[in-house]
Each structure stands twice: as C-alpha cells, then as structure tokens.
C-alpha cells in the first residue's frame, strides 16, 4: 500500500498561525495566561493527627492561594513516611523540624525561609502522679517519643538519657506527639518526650495530668523550606503572604495553629548548621 499523505498545509492556514505567533510576541502575557499555574506540594511534619493537621493547615493554604502560591496540602500518617518526602525531594515547600532541615539541606539542598521567633524546647513529660523526680529512676521504664528523628522530643533526649544519664530504657515510637503523651496518661508509658509548644496545645486537663521532667537547650525551631527548583519570585510570595498573615491580628490565629504565630527570616548556616557539632547522627534512624 502507498504510505499515506497528510495534507498540505494552506496558505490561509500558515497565515493564520503566523498571525497568532505575532499576536503572542506583542502580548506575551496572553500566551502565560494561557498556561496552567504550577500548584505547589507542601508537605508537613504530622506532630499531631491527620485531622488536626489538616485543620490547622488549610486555612493557610487557602490564604495562599489568594497571594497567588497555590499548593497541594500533603499530611502523611506517620513521620517516617513524611521523611521520605524531603529524601526524595518529592515537596515543593515543607514544614519540619531543625534537625530534618539538616538531613533535607543535606539531601536536595533544601533553604530555610522562615520561622518563628519563639525558640523551640524539647520536653520529657510524665503523670502527674508518678514517682519519678529525676532521670536516673526511668531506667529500665518504657519512654513514648513521637518519632526516631523527632529533634526536640526524640534525638536530644535519648542522647541526654544515654550519654549524659546512662540511663537504659525501652523506646516506643507513637508516630507523633499526641500518642505519645497518650501512652503516659493510659499508663503505657512512665515518660514521653514532645515539644512544648504542641503540649500548650492539649487541652488544659490534659496539661494539668503532666509533670515536665527535663528540658533541653532552647534551639530554632520548625522552620518553612523550599526545594531548589522554587523560583525566586515564589519564594518572595510566599515570605509575604505569610509575614502579612502574622501582621494582621485578624489572621494571626491561623499561623498560630501551625505553630508560627511570628515567622521572621531564617538562615541555613545560622540557625541549623550547628545541629550536626551535637553529634545526634548516631541517634538517626533511617528507615
């Protein structure tokens, strides 16, 4: 059979395509508007449970979209399988803790944008009624962390617990921090570690069932990071949108359920690279 021909173009057809690409050339903002708007993945560390994480994030999302960075809120069931994002440089934008900057800086090169201006402390939390006033009598004891690379509520203490205590103990990983304080309060546990500012946010029976322990050092805390492929121009969108959110007392509540009622800039060097002088790698857990 003879090969098949396609038609010829017309010469009112090429005249016309040369038309639109004059058109395009004089008004190239028509042609961009014509392109879908890149959505960005935004992936946050789940400190507390799905559902609570998507509450306190869609509103911000959504305020995000209206300064023009839309993103897709990615909230994974464990903080393990969120790790994996930044491992694979999967998240556009990613919400996580100081010592996940590191391992993600490490990773894709990702660059801090903002975080609060409230250090972040790690605490070891037991009952209220427990008989443990000092480090020493939880040897032996099961202690509740809310994930292996948790800094704050996991990495500092356990190495505080090994290095500085020497104190043995079982380790229980609840995949975030509101199980972990839940082991304690069932009796599963004789401690947990957490953040202090996730535990300002059980309700106040909750709180007033807890005894802080031990404290660590105050440290950065969670920053705002965006992978390399971010364009610049994105990067300013999102630095405003969020600065203008904490000055406006009307939408300062929304970032204060994300834990970052008052972002100011962050920096790479200054605030996480002295995470790894601490040498916590030995206490990674790659998984």
């Known amino acids: 059979m003879p090969a098949a021909r396609h038609p010829q173009p017309t010469r ?19 042609l961009l508007a014509a392109q879908p708007q890149r959505v960005w993945r935004l992936a ?15 509103p911000v999302v959504e305020a995000l979209a209206q300064a023009d960075v839309p993103c897709e809120l990615v909230i994974h069931p464990s903080i393990a399988r ?4 930044f491992r694979n440089g999967a998240a556009d934008i990613v919400f996580l803790n100081p010592y996940h900057m590191v391992m993600a800086h490490q990773a894709h090169r990702y660059a801090p944008l903002l975080h609060d201006a409230k250090p972040l402390e790690g605490v070891l939390v037991v009952r209220q009624d427990a008989p443990y006033t000092t480090l020493a009598q939880l040897r032996d004891q099961r202690i509740a962390f809310p994930a292996p690379n948790a800094l704050a509520a996991s990495l500092y203490i356990r190495a505080v617990l090994e290095r500085e205590h020497h104190v043995r103990h079982e380790t229980w990983y609840a ?6 304080i ?9 401690a947990a570690g957490v953040v202090r500012t996730t535990l300002a946010l059980e309700p106040e ?25 971010v364009p610049g121009a994105v990067r300013q969108r999102l ?17 204060r359920a994300i834990q970052m009622p008052d972002p100011v800039p962050a920096d790479y060097e200054r605030d996480y690279a002295g995470l790894n002088r601490l040498g916590l790698s030995r206490y990674v857990v790659n998984e």
């Not at 057809?13 to 050339?25: D, K, N």
């Not at 995949?175 to 972990?180: D, K, S």
């Not at 839940?182 to 004789?190: N, S």
């Open 82 to 85: 969120f790790e994996q994002e």
């Open 175 to 180: 995949m975030n921090h509101r199980n972990a």
């Open 12 to 30: 009112r057809r090429v005249t016309q395509a040369l038309a639109c690409l004059a058109a395009a050339a004089c008004h190239p903002g028509r």
């Open 44 to 58: 946050v560390v789940p400190q507390l449970t799905p559902v609570e994480m998507y509450n306190a994030w869609t």
């Open 239 to 255: 630095r405003e949108a969020l600065l203008a959110m904490a000055a406006d007392p009307a939408r300062k509540p929304l970032l």
């Open 182 to 190: 839940r082991q304690v309060l069932a009796g599963d546990a004789a």
């Open 205 to 229: 029976s909750v709180r007033q069932s807890l005894r802080v322990l031990y404290t660590t050092p105050a440290l950065a805390p969670h920053p705002l990071a965006v992978h390399p492929r």
